[in-house]
């Protein structure tokens, strides 16, 4: 499977999509994506989607319905990855403490605790 970072910003907004709604038509994605192109763009972008290992479709009368070929869990943490290694040099810790930083307004005590219990699993299991 090819990584996102193959994706076009309007493929990538499509796969946004796709993962919100698990399953689109042309329509759908028209009715969602920001400034939207044509109808047959559209169309097309999802045909390169499929032909580049993202989506598959399956036909209802004359529609095609895209799915994606990736779990959303799956793309998530492929998604993860890429960004660890593009910009935190493959460190947990660094993209960690980032993630802290930004969110350290939102974070309520349980999150902190389930944090906590998530890094104790985590040793636990060696990781």
Request: glycine share 2%; no cysteine; net charge positive.
């Amino acid at each position: 499977m090819k990584e996102q970072k193959n994706l076009s910003r309007r493929e990538r907004q499509i796969m946004d999509i796709v993962y919100e709604l698990n399953e689109v038509t042309v329509a759908q994605v028209l009715e969602k994506i920001p400034n939207p192109p044509s109808y047959s763009t559209i169309r097309a972008l999802l045909r390169v989607l499929e032909e580049k290992g993202h989506l598959i479709h399956k036909q209802e009368g004359p529609r095609y319905i895209y799915s994606p070929t990736l779990p959303r869990e799956q793309a998530r943490q492929n998604a993860l990855k890429h960004v660890m290694r593009t910009f935190f040099d493959n460190s947990t810790e660094d993209a960690v403490a980032a993630l802290l930083n930004i969110s350290e307004d939102n974070l309520s005590e349980q999150d902190y605790k389930r944090l906590s219990e998530l890094i104790k699993k985590a040793r636990s299991e060696g990781r």
